[in-house]
T-cell receptor, first 114, second 115 residues
Framework: DARVTQTPRHKVTEMGQEVTMRCQPI?????VFWYRQTMMQGLELLAY????????DSGMPKDRFSAEMPDATLATLKIQPSEPRDSAVYFC????????????FGQGTRLTVV | AQSVTQLGSHVSVSEGALVLLRCNYSSSVPPYLFWYVQYPNQGLQLLLKYTSAATLVKGINGFEAEFKKSETSFHLTKPSAHMSDAAEYFCAVSDGGGSNYKLTFGKGTLLTVNP
């Protein structure tokens, strides 16, 4: 059945290393959302794409985070260099409209930076 | 600016008992309100939504929520808890307008169901 696929599911990396998280949206979906979930901050929107174009990435720390959609079947979130405070679960969600509530979530990438 | 407050980070009920998860919101415009459920190691799944139609909203798995403007509340209820309801629940708000791609989430309430 159709689902949003995120890889890797878990990632442990050392501080200063580059981390790339990948998301395969549901086929045919044209909107992609990246969220970060932490105990302290809860769920935060990092970036929003429509038709592969970034429409809002105001939630992302610009100095170290970047998000792209090289093609319609792949969204990436990159952190370089990573820091311990980046430890979180990162979720990707995809949808057919701008309504975030209608998006389907992936299972997340649990990132630990040591 | 919008915000959501979920009262109680952890709620514990017995199987068969009433489930009540509280959510209060703050919004300068008529809000759209949502409840999500997150099972362990899973993404969020939409339970139900209020988008300015009926104030009592029914969702999946027997859950419902009532929008009360006078109390700025959108509490989630289920008459009889089942073991499979154990999960974390998030209330969220959006402005329903041009920024409906932005959801503001509460911190979540972990529901435990005891046998």
């Amino acid at each position: 059945d159709a689902r949003v696929t995120q890889t890797p599911r878990h990632k442990v990396t050392e501080m200063g290393q580059e981390v790339t998280m990948r998301c395969q949206p549901i086929l045919g979906h044209n909107t992609v959302f990246w969220y970060r979930q932490t105990m302290m901050q809860g769920l935060e929107l990092l970036a929003y794409f429509r038709n592969r174009a970034p429409l809002d990435d105001s939630g992302m720390p610009k100095d170290r985070f970047s998000a792209e959609m090289p093609d319609a079947t792949l969204a990436t979130l990159k952190i370089q260099p990573s820091e311990p405070r980046d430890s979180a679960v990162y979720f990707c969600a995809s949808g057919l409209s701008d309504r975030a509530s209608e998006a389907f979530f992936g299972q997340g990438t649990r990132l630990t930076v040591v | 600016a919008q915000s959501v407050t979920q009262l109680g980070s952890h709620v514990s009920v017995s199987e068969g008992a009433l489930v009540l998860l509280r959510c209060n919101y703050s919004s300068s415009v008529p809000p759209y309100l949502f409840w999500y459920v997150q099972y362990p190691n899973q993404g969020l799944q939409l339970l139900l939504k209020y988008t300015s139609a009926a104030t009592l909203v029914k969702g999946i798995n027997g859950f419902e929520a009532e929008f009360k403007k006078s109390e700025t509340s959108f509490h989630l209820t289920k008459p009889s808890a089942h073991m499979s309801d154990a999960a974390e629940y998030f209330c969220a708000v959006s402005d329903g307008g041009g920024s409906n791609y932005k959801l503001t989430f509460g911190k979540g309430t972990l529901l435990t169901v005891n046998p």
